[in-house]
């Protein structure tokens, strides 16, 4: 009876396991990327996820390209005077063996001028431009509108 439950276990951690996303070039890590569905008529949208640098040298996220989107840009969210406000960034910089984590009410991706809106459960592709590593190519998965990480 012990050991049936430990295999259900195990097999529960697979399936949560098999939902992390992983792409890897070079040195650069890119885990976990997802988006919030985007309601009604909205035409921008948020990406998230987080960016590992394995090397011992820096290294620069250079641009963000969708083919769902017009633009896509890294932002950072500021608050001055109690407003929130978000700046775009021209790189982002990694030092050597940073890991930078892409999360909602800090650093995210914005998609602008959506070509349709993001709807949870699908995926849609992004290619992220590194100095050193060159282009990755990934895959961004739609969760739910008030999702606030990669898991819900
Ligand atoms: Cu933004």
């Not at 040195?27 to 035409?43: F, H, K, L, M």
């Not at 998230?48 to 890294?74: C, D, F, K, M």
């Not at 700046?87 to 984590?101: R, Y």
């Amino acid at each position: 009876m012990k050991s049936a439950l430990m295999v259900f276990v195990s097999i529960l951690g697979l399936a949560g396991c098999a939902t992390s996303d992983e792409f890897r070039e070079g040195d650069v890590v890119i885990e976990s990327p997802w988006a919030r569905s985007s309601a009604g008529r909205t035409a921008t949208g948020v990406v998230y996820l987080r960016l590992s640098n394995l090397a011992a040298e820096p290294e620069q996220l250079l641009g963000v390209t969708t083919p769902i989107a017009a633009g896509a840009s890294v932002h950072r969210t500021m608050r001055e005077h109690g407003m929130m406000s978000m700046q775009p960034l021209q790189a982002l910089a990694l030092a050597a063996n940073e890991t930078v984590s892409l999360e909602p009410g800090g650093l995210h991706i914005m998609l602008m001028q959506l070509g349709s809106p993001l709807v949870e459960g699908e995926t849609f592709p992004m290619t992220l431009n590194f100095e050193r590593a060159g282009s990755i190519d990934i895959h961004v998965t739609v969760r739910g509108v008030g999702a606030m990480s990669a898991h819900e």
